[in-house]
């Protein structure tokens, strides 16, 4: 037992440390790059929102985070001709696996509606059973057909746990909403 509590202090020590790189590193638009000097983007960005929560933070540099998604997500899935970085799955999967790395942020300004957003993205392009990679492949990607289910299925149980009372998008009262997540 000794030996478990010394691996779990020494992760929150790990934890705690990338936290703090992380917060000092936030891009002047509230996202995280690749690398400290990376452009923002949604994956990179959704990769450290669960970090920040693991080490306890949350505030400011969560809502900062929070609002370079719900700005990026609709943004970076659309055409590159269109000054977009491209359509694909993994936008929107990861998108709403940052927009739902903090529920108690859930009902700040834009993450609600852009989680529905994403849910609309991925109705409208489901090819078969799953997901492409890129929108305009008609194959099934394994990958992001698993990304995309787990992030429904987190959806889903974060509203659940926020109950029948709360206040969300009304087009998720609706069964045929989590038709995508159930095939």
């Known amino acids: 037992m000794k030996s478990a509590h010394v691996g779990l202090a020494a992760f929150e020590t790990r934890a705690g ?12 638009d509230g996202g995280r790059g690749l690398t400290l000097t990376s452009v923002s983007s949604i994956v990179n960005t959704s990769e450290v929102l669960p970090i920040l929560r693991a080490a306890g933070i949350a505030g400011q540099p969560v809502r900062q985070g929070l609002d ?6 609709p943004e970076h899935s659309r055409p590159r001709p269109k000054g977009g970085r491209g359509e694909h799955t ?10 739902l790395s903090h529920p108690r942020f859930f009902h700040h300004t834009g993450v609600a509606e852009t989680a529905a957003w994403c849910v609309g993205w991925l109705e409208d392009h489901q090819v078969d059973h799953g997901w ?6 008609d194959d099934t990607s394994l990958h992001q057909t698993a990304l995309v289910v787990h992030r429904l299925a987190e959806l889903r149980d974060a509203l659940h746990d926020f109950g ?3 206040s969300y998008p009304a087009r998720w009262r609706s069964p045929a909403c989590w038709s995508a997540s159930n095939r």
């Open 17 to 28: 440390e990338a936290a703090r790189t992380l917060l000092h590193n936030q891009g002047y």
């Open 68 to 73: 370079f998604l719900t700005g990026a997500v």
């Open 164 to 166: 029948p009372g709360s």
């Open 132 to 137: 492409p990679e890129v929108l305009g492949l």
């Open 90 to 99: 993994r936008f929107i999967a990861f998108g709403l696996a940052g927009l």
